[in-house]
């Protein structure tokens, strides 16, 4: 961005610059899936970039109905975001390193 209104973050620390991969979603995912990814992104694990969680546990996190992750999951999954692995008592997503 160049030109016009310059922004500045209300709190100056605490805030992280997101990289390519988040700026990569941002332009290729919906906005109900986008949002997904990036709580996806704050909660894995930082080694590995892994998450075990289930549908219903995602949409309570985020306020949203279990159709409407399943859907995002999807989406995800489609566009090459995240791999899953689901176990029987589990369905872990894992987002893609």
Not at 28 to 47: I, M, N, Q, Y
Request: net charge positive; aromatic share 8%.
């Amino acid at each position: 961005m160049s030109g016009g209104t310059r922004f500045q973050l209300k709190q100056s620390t605490g805030w992280f610059a997101a990289g390519r991969e988040v700026r990569c979603a941002l332009e290729l995912l919906s906005d109900a899936t986008f949002k997904l990814f990036v709580w996806l992104c704050l909660h894995a694990e930082r080694g590995r970039g892994t998450l075990s969680a289930t549908p219903a546990e995602l949409a309570r996190a985020l306020g949203k109905k279990e159709s409407d992750m399943h859907l995002a999951l999807e989406e995800l999954e489609r566009q090459g975001t995240t791999t899953t692995k689901t176990s029987q008592h589990r369905e872990p997503f894992h987002k893609s390193n």
